[in-house]
């Protein structure tokens, strides 16, 4: 199952992906973005959201994926791959 998910880190609560896809974003009581839902992840809103995050924020990847905040990359520690997780979006 692929996880949507805000690294709060780097959020500046900006909105760009709150105004685009009110779907799957919303603000949190600190201002930041937060994930709201992980359904449709396919959606052109979220592709659309996931590309205007000013700051790469904004990670999807494989629910068997680990993310590496440091390089903003998901590791997949099943097979030992790294895959690229910011603002790429499978059709």
Avoid: W
Avoid at 30 to 45: A, F, P, Q, T
Avoid at 65 to 89: H, I, Q, R
């Amino acid at each position: 199952m692929d996880i949507l998910d805000v690294e709060k880190s780097k959020c500046i609560g900006c909105g760009a992906c709150v105004s685009i896809d009110d779907e799957h974003f919303d603000f949190d009581d600190d201002g930041l973005s937060e994930v709201i839902s992980n359904d449709n992840l396919k959606s052109e809103r979220l592709k659309d959201a996931i590309e205007s995050c000013p700051t790469n924020a904004i990670r999807l990847a494989k629910g068997d994926e680990e993310f590496d905040p440091e390089n903003n990359e998901a590791a997949d520690y099943n097979n030992g791959a790294t895959v690229m997780a910011s603002s790429n979006l499978e059709s």
